[in-house]
């Protein structure tokens, strides 16, 4: 049993389920129906991936634990993702934004995943990889049409490229487990990755005529366990029923 | 692969002396491949591919499923269907298996599936499966009502996962169109 890859696979499902409940938060509140149910969609796809990422990770752990335990009955210390995916949806330009940043890394990440030499991760991998590809196509898209549609949604897009960029060095910066699995080549190496998700974000930037951000100080953390303040309220509203009524049961 | 046109429903109720089922493989299989998705009705789960095998392997039924997408809800019902056909029939030895590889695609429905399919109002996936451009859409949808392929995308989400949301130009009905995956 390989601490770094439990480590590991809790990371990405921590990230996938802090994801789709945040996506999941727009669910009645999306700007138009269409996009409401587009993003509670993703969500679902989040979910599932998260699902079968713990699902693994307990079988690993041999505790004789469930999916159920690592999603509502960890505290914020032991999650393990990315500071961007806790990030609140602020608003439908920062959300659009938040999850360009993540497709554009899951799709290279899953891609090199799918020929990983542990069978059960590269088949996630490869069916997950499916979803990426038109998750990105979805956030890209949107990229293009507020940046370069009117004043107002320009300005709003480009303030939440400004802001949230702070929060996209942490993903490829990697942290020791994934360090250790790197060197044993278990996990593709983040160089690699990073160039092909700067490739994506050159050119959806230039469509979109946003103004790349300079590279600056980076927020990191996430991954081992250190949070913004914003995802205890998270965990607080999906664990809730688990606390108070443990063990419930639908 | 399951042949989704073995469609003769085998009798359930012949039971052995110790009250189990005196089904043979071929009827079993042929039993589970009627069970339909939970969501689009109209459509067995060996229709769209969700049902990959049934084998007997040391007197145990082992049946194997994958799911559509990694979130669909109805995997937990379809699993749950399997189960009560299953018990209702008296198979007692038997284990399902859900796999994830190879990842399911659309190219694995049933020509009859696609019928059905367009016949309830889905217009079925097109055969080609590629990576689009952005704002390219998805290709050339016909209208399930009408035929006409003079159709727009309304939205590439909609009511479940495996859907997007289309409307016809001509007889200005919207509809769905079950997307390519």
Wanted: glycine share 6%.
């Amino acid at each position: 049993m390989d601490k770094n890859k439990i480590d590991f696979i809790l990371s990405q499902a921590d990230t996938a389920l802090i994801l789709g409940q945040r996506l999941g938060e727009w669910c009645g509140h999306g700007p138009v129906l269409e996009q409401d149910i587009a993003m509670t969609n993703i969500a679902l796809d989040y979910v599932g991936r998260a699902r079968l990422l713990y699902t693994y990770a307990t079988e690993f752990e041999g505790k004789g634990e469930t999916e159920d335990h690592l999603a509502f009955l960890r505290d914020e210390r032991e999650f393990k993702n990315l500071l961007l995916s806790e990030h609140p949806n602020v608003d439908f330009a920062f959300t659009v934004c938040r999850q360009f940043f993540l497709d554009a890394y899951f799709v290279p990440l899953f891609e090199a995943l799918s020929s990983n030499e542990d069978n059960r991760l590269a088949h996630i991998a490869e069916k997950s990889l499916k979803e990426c590809h038109y998750h990105l196509r979805w956030s890209s898209e949107w990229m293009i049409r507020l940046g370069d549609g009117t004043e107002e949604s320009h300005h709003r897009i480009q303030s939440a490229v400004d802001k949230l960029w702070e929060y996209t060095g942490e993903i490829f910066d990697a942290t020791d487990y994934e360090k250790k699995l790197q060197e044993k080549n278990l996990i593709p190496q983040y160089s690699t990755l990073k160039i092909k998700w700067e490739a994506t974000m050159v050119s959806v930037f230039d469509e979109a005529k946003i103004i790349k951000p300079k590279d600056n100080w980076f927020q990191k953390g996430g991954k081992n366990g250190i949070h913004t303040e914003k995802l205890g309220f998270i965990l607080a509203d999906m664990q809730y029923i688990q606390r108070a009524y443990p063990g419930l049961e639908w | 692969m399951i042949d989704p046109t073995k469609n003769s429903k085998p009798e359930i109720d012949q039971l052995n002396e110790q009250g189990s089922s005196i089904l043979n493989l071929q009827e079993i299989e042929s039993l589970i491949s009627q069970i339909t998705d939970p969501e689009i009705p109209v459509l067995t789960i060996a229709d769209l591919g969700i049902l990959r095998s049934v084998k007997k392997i040391n007197d145990r039924i082992e049946i194997t499923i994958t799911p559509t997408y990694v979130g669909c809800p109805a995997m937990g019902m379809i699993e749950m269907n399997i189960k009560a056909l299953l018990d209702e029939s008296k198979i007692k030895n038997y284990i399902i298996h859900t796999v994830l590889h190879p990842a399911w695609s659309t190219s694995w429905m049933s020509e009859e599936g696609r019928k059905k399919l367009k016949e309830f109002g889905i217009a079925p996936p097109s055969q080609k499966i590629r990576i689009q451009k952005l704002f390219e859409g998805q290709g050339i949808v016909e209208c399930p009502r009408c035929n006409s392929t003079n159709t727009e995308m309304i939205s590439e989400f909609a009511s479940t996962a495996c859907k997007s949301l289309y409307r016809c130009k001509d007889c200005l009905e919207a509809f769905d169109y079950f997307k390519c995956h």
